[in-house]
């Protein structure tokens, strides 16, 4: 079975500061990973979606990069400001591409 | 635009009452359909899926079943709760294995 780890579980970091979120995952057979942002009682909102071809993808601030065959992917928040300050979770989609593997997220805090 | 709809938002119910959470979806068709549960300190937990009406995938033995009466809706339910169900239970959509999840905002449940 699919196991998916987050490093660190929480982090704090100043204003301004360039970051990066950690996300393994121990079966390299995978379709897709998805990063997700989480506020505190909310639903997720989807950050960037890696296609198991695929190395990274970018989306304004944010870089994910993927290495299946290391089992990894990261996260990075460039400029950091403190709206970012959220839950960030990684979920990892298995090869058959329903069943869902998630992390159980990055807590951020970005100190202004 | 594609939007999720999921209701209520916090639900709060003794031991042994009957569950049911509802999800729809609106401006796609035929969306694979999600129920996640997390639970305190816990990362999300994939409940049940659906490909398809009547089409349901159990990920977990529980206490919950889910039905999915028509393409766009997607039901949560359970005759008899447990404590062990308080949770944060969310509903995700997605139009195919390749392409991006999206979360509904999430119903609250405590069980007591």
């Known amino acids: 079975k699919q196991e998916v780890t987050q490093i660190p579980a929480a982090l704090s970091v100043p204003e301004g500061e360039n970051l990066v979120l950690n996300c393994s995952f121990t079966?390299?057979?995978?379709?897709?990973l998805q990063w997700f942002r989480q506020d505190p009682g909310k639903g997720l909102t989807s950050l960037l979606l890696i296609q198991s071809s695929q190395r990274e993808q970018t989306s304004g601030r944010l870089n994910a990069s993927l290495d299946k065959s290391s089992g990894r992917s990261t996260l990075y928040i460039a400029a950091s400001q403190p709206g970012d300050s959220a839950t960030y979770l990684c979920?990892?989609?298995?090869?058959?591409?329903?069943?869902?593997?998630f992390g159980t997220g990055t807590s951020l805090t970005v100190i202004p | 635009s594609q939007t999720i709809h999921q209701w209520p938002a916090t639900l709060v119910q003794p031991v042994g009452s009957p569950l049911s959470l509802e999800c729809t979806v609106e401006g796609t068709s035929n969306p694979n359909l999600y129920w996640y549960r997390q639970a305190a300190g816990r990362g999300l937990q994939l409940l049940f899926y659906s490909v398809g009406i009547g089409q349901i995938s159990s990920e977990v033995p529980q206490n919950l079943s889910a039905s999915r009466p028509q393409d766009r809706q997607f039901i949560l339910s359970s005759k008899k709760l447990l404590l062990s169900d308080s949770g944060f239970y969310l509903c995700a959509w997605r139009r195919g294995a390749k392409n991006i999840q999206y979360f509904g905002a999430g119903t609250r449940l405590s069980v007591l």
């Open positions: 079966d390299s057979a995978i379709y897709n």
């Open positions: 979920a990892v989609v298995e090869n058959t591409g329903n069943q869902f593997y």
